[in-house]
């Protein structure tokens, strides 16, 4: 949808189209990956020091407990994906006798071609898995503790965190990463 926007609004970005998408999913996945970073320092805090009680020895594998584990199958997902990307277009690249930097834009598609394909047939399946993940925490929230601690305040609290960090954080990595890059493309 944001691809959509932005052609439509500049139809000299034409080129750019996937790119922007790409890009988008890209900066998605870091962002993920930065909450889940967070996420395992706020358990340690949490553990070594917010709610260890005086002489009370803490065990390691409270902090693999807390842990988002998802952080580890993004990041497995990532370099998995890297790498039999990277294979594929290196494959492709010596099937026809040139190195991969000298492989045309229609070259290059061609070789990207089946993981384009993939990646078609796994939308259902993606839906699925994204229904399931929110359905998981669903069925493992003890709503009673929220309840406890107040609803009204953990909102707030998460809409604090969400549009006086988390947004600002999103663009900063965003523009890190993407500020110039669409330079590259429109030459």
């Not at 070259?107 to 047939?121: D, I, L, R, T």
Request: hydrophobic fraction near 60%.
């Amino acid at each position: 949808m944001v691809e959509a926007l932005i052609l439509g609004w500049n139809p000299e970005y034409e080129p750019l189209k996937g790119w922007i998408l790409n890009a988008a999913v890209t900066t998605k996945i870091f962002i993920d990956i930065f909450i889940g970073v967070w996420a395992f320092i706020l358990a340690v805090v949490w553990v070594y020091w917010i709610e260890r009680r005086p002489g009370e020895k803490v065990e390691k594998v409270e902090i693999w407990y807390r842990f988002p584990k998802f952080v580890i199958g993004y990041f497995l997902t990532f370099v998995i994906v890297a790498w039999l990307t990277s294979a594929a277009i290196n494959a492709y690249a010596a099937s026809l006798g040139v190195s991969v930097s000298e492989l045309t834009t229609e070259q290059f598609k061609a070789a990207y071609a089946p993981f384009s394909a993939a990646v078609n047939e796994m939308n259902s399946l993606r839906r699925i898995f994204f229904a399931l993940t929110f359905f998981s925490i669903g069925v493992i929230s003890d709503f009673s503790v929220l309840r406890k601690e107040g609803l009204g305040r953990l909102a707030l609290v998460y809409f604090v965190c969400l549009f006086g960090f988390i947004i600002w954080i999103g663009l900063a990595i965003s523009y890190l990463f993407f500020h110039d890059v669409h330079l590259l493309f429109l030459k």
